[in-house]
């Protein structure tokens, strides 16, 4: 299938069915026990830094491992698949010197996704997605990282700009069909990624789709950078986006009114991907696939959500209950509402009708 097919048996899927994403990469990769050299490959070898912990990197060190998580979650039943790229950016990179990389592990990245959605399409005909991952990078484009200086900025828009446009080529390159820019606690960075995946749609003439996923940062309901959860939508909508949603920071049980207020403001396609719980006192997550399983079966006989999935902590066995669970249950009906001017800082203003 060509990317314009997949993308249109994707709106077809979504119009009949709620679409299940994959889950969480960080704790499979744990999972390996790897060491040192793992990560560094023959490539790397002598390598001046440490690289144990760039997860990213097993693209190009140890691709198979990357294609085996791949396929445990599309065997799981995933219908999307993210890319291995959450830190792919010369920002990120930056932390082990290997800037100059970022563009090739997008597109490796990507790549190696593509392969294995097309190697399970191959098995049952059934159409699988590539969703390349964009990480919000480890800096803040709208924080100061000094609190005797809150005018201090580590980084700037068109930092930010350069570098998500080199990943967001290299992922289109390596065969993606949506960008996912995830795990975002600051908005004005989510909007550099917006706007470099607008110049790379202009630069090469098509365009793809694109998935926003924000994350709260505690019971405040707000992100990082302080926002409501309806002043986020307010300041991405001009997006346009496939969907909008949550993920990571909670688990189902605490994210639940998130994800009912995202679904009231949004007028697109809601998606959701929780922690499977909070973290317990040794850093792990106790929610089972089946508890979780049955948390976004509930939000979806309430008609919350369109494309679920799971963060840190699952599992493909998490996936595996989910994908059953979601079985027959029909996706969330795409509200019309009524056009208002609305404004947004930290929270929003509806001026009127216009």
């Known amino acids: 299938m060509t990317r314009t097919e997949r993308l249109q048996a994707l709106h077809a899927a979504m119009r009949e069915r709620i679409v299940v994403l994959d889950g969480a990469w960080g704790s499979l990769i744990q999972g390996y026990q790897l060491t040192e050299p793992d990560f560094r490959?023959?490539?790397?070898?002598?390598?001046?830094?440490d690289l144990k912990?760039?997860?990213?990197?097993?693209?190009?060190?140890?691709?198979?491992?990357?294609?085996?998580?791949?396929?445990?979650?599309?065997?799981?039943?995933?219908?999307?698949t993210?890319?291995?790229?959450?830190?792919?950016?010369?920002?990120?990179?930056?932390d082990y010197r290997l800037e100059a990389f970022a563009a090739e592990l997008n597109r490796e990245g990507a790549r190696i996704a593509r392969e294995a959605c097309d190697?399970?399409?191959?098995?049952?005909?059934?159409?699988?997605?590539?969703?390349g991952a964009i990480g919000p990078t480890n800096r803040t484009a709208s924080m100061s990282p000094n609190v005797d200086d809150p005018g201090a900025r580590n980084v700037t828009f068109e930092?930010?700009?350069?570098?998500?446009?080199?990943?967001?080529?290299?992922?289109?390159?390596?065969?993606t069909d949506i960008l996912l820019i995830e795990t975002i606690t600051d908005t004005l960075n989510a909007k550099a990624a917006i706007f470099a995946?607008?110049?790379?749609?202009?630069?090469?003439?098509?365009?793809?789709?694109?998935?926003?996923?924000?994350?709260?940062?505690?019971?405040?309901?707000?992100?990082?950078?302080?926002?409501?959860?309806?002043?986020?939508?307010?300041?991405?909508?001009?997006?346009?986006?496939?969907?909008?949603?949550?993920n990571c920071s909670l688990g189902p049980e605490d994210l639940r009114q998130y994800v009912a207020e995202l679904s009231r403001v949004a007028d697109v396609a809601v998606s959701v991907y929780p922690n499977a719980g909070l973290p317990n006192q040794f850093g792990g997550?106790?929610?089972?696939?089946?508890?979780?399983?049955?948390?976004?079966?509930?939000?979806?006989r309430e008609g919350l959500v369109n494309i679920v999935g799971s963060c840190c902590?699952?599992?493909?066995?998490?996936?595996?209950?989910?994908?059953?669970?979601?079985?027959?249950?029909?996706?969330?009906?795409?509200?019309?509402?009524?056009?208002?001017?609305?404004?947004?800082?930290?929270?929003?203003?509806?001026?009127?009708?216009?």
């Open 119 to 131: 190697a399970a399409t191959a098995r049952d005909g059934q159409p699988r997605w590539v969703a």
């Open 41 to 49: 490959g023959e490539r790397f070898r002598e390598w001046p830094v």
């Open 53 to 80: 912990g760039d997860n990213d990197l097993l693209i190009l060190t140890r691709a198979d491992i990357v294609r085996e998580i791949h396929d445990s979650y599309l065997e799981a039943g995933a219908d999307i």
């Open 197 to 246: 995946a607008e110049e790379v749609f202009e630069a090469i003439g098509d365009r793809l789709p694109i998935v926003i996923s924000g994350t709260i940062v505690d019971r405040s309901g707000r992100t990082l950078s302080g926002q409501t959860l309806e002043a986020f939508w307010t300041s991405v909508r001009h997006a346009q986006p496939l969907a909008i949603g949550l």
């Open 313 to 354: 902590g699952s599992t493909p066995e998490h996936t595996r209950a989910i994908v059953k669970t979601m079985r027959g249950l029909p996706p969330r009906a795409i509200p019309e509402h009524r056009p208002v001017m609305t404004l947004a800082g930290l929270e929003t203003v509806a001026i009127g009708a216009i």
């Open 285 to 300: 997550y106790d929610e089972t696939p089946e508890q979780m399983a049955g948390s976004l079966g509930a939000w979806a």
């Open 82 to 94: 993210s890319t291995n790229t959450f830190t792919s950016n010369r920002i990120a990179q930056a």
């Open 159 to 175: 930092d930010l700009r350069i570098a998500y446009t080199e990943a967001i080529h290299g992922l289109i390159e390596g065969g």
